[in-house]
């Protein structure tokens, strides 16, 4: 179940409860963000809503559109996707290279020196034909990559895809049996105000993109969980799970919006076949790898560490960078689909600011962001600042309504302003000890 959920989870890697409860405090200061309360969330999100609908730049048009609300399971597939066979292999690959290696370290460390000598003497003169059969091997694996690259819908960029769509959809609904099971006491039902707000949030940004093949194809069914993570994702079949953290987090309709726009384009950019399909590809070449380290190395500890090593290279050097880029990829796209539904897409990149702000405030350690899938929340910030003209235009080009009222930005700018100046009017005063060049953040409750 982790292992299939990892290769398809598109999750926002964000601070979980007790960013919340900084969001909740930092209501009072701002004016922007929501109460903590399950009860007042239900309570300010329709008038949230609605002033959102009435008022520009909120202003949203009404819509027609049925959205799926039932649960039909696909019919069972007669053998398992094909997907979820390599995953369920991967295991005995790598002990099947393990063996292999080890097996051609005991046979070198049996040979008498003489038969050593002998095979070295063998390799030294057919070394070009070894060569030659290693080149080729080499020649077989980049002519596997580029005949199975294909273009990117929307953005055009190319991408490796070795598992057909089809079956990966079937590994989606067995995910997404997954989720149901694990979230059916905590489901939200349609009455629900917050389960309400989501569905029209999904489908506005449904009809004004409905034009791009890939949305109108797809069934969009929308689930809300009663839960504090700040998460939200959409399974490559259209589910559409929110989690009411997150709802908690946004300061408005149009963050909401931008964030759910990102996570719709996960789907339609289909990021899960493109993330399993490198992943599977680099662990096919990394079993030649693994088989020569415990050949090589000459005790079985030496070869864990090397086989360790091995795995955290794969992992800083291209899984973790490839899934920044579908993050980026992913703001990119979700910012113009935000554009299309007419909202102010300045708000995107303040909610990042907020999420950077809740960090400092928790005292969380910032960790390079090299280390993580995801861009830190300052570089995902500016990245989407650079983006923001050019949705603008886009929004513009589909005879939006005009944006009145201040920049959020500069608002959310101002407001940090105002915190700090009143920190360190707290903070100076009161400190003997303490370096006044250096005061003390401490953020007002109040």
Known sequence: RNLIGKGLRCLLDVPHKSGQEVYGNAHHSSGRFFSQSSQQLGEKIPSLLIKSLEQPPCHFPAW????????HASPSPQAAPVPLFWIIVKPAQKLFAIILGRSIRNWWKALPPNKRELFKESARKNKWKILLGVSSLGVVFVMFYFTHLEETPITGRARLLVFDKEHFRELSQMEYDMWMEQFKGHMLPETDARYQVVERVVGHLFESNK????VSALKWVIHVVDEPGVNAFVLPNGQVFVFTGLLDAVSDIHQLSFILGHEIAHAVLEH???????????DFLSLIFLTMIW???????????GQWIQSKLQEFMFDRPYSRTLEAEADKVGLQFAAKACVDVRASSVFWQ??????????????PEWLSTHPSHENRAEHLDRLIPEALKIRESCNCPS??????????RLNMQHLLESSKGRELPN????????PKLDFPHT
């Open 64 to 71: 027609n559109i049925q959205i799926n609300r039932s649960f």
């Open 211 to 214: 034009d791009v093949p890939q």
């Open 272 to 282: 899960a076949v493109k993330k399993a399909s490198l992943v599977h590809f680099l």
């Open 295 to 305: 050949a090589i190395c000459p005790r079985d500890s030496l070869a864990v560490v």
């Open 354 to 367: 907020q999420m950077e702000l809740a960090e400092t405030i928790q005292g969380q350690p910032k960790l």
């Open 403 to 412: 944006l009145s009222g201040p920049d959020p930005r500069l608002i959310f």
């Open 431 to 438: 400190s003997t000890k303490q370096d006044p060049s250096k």
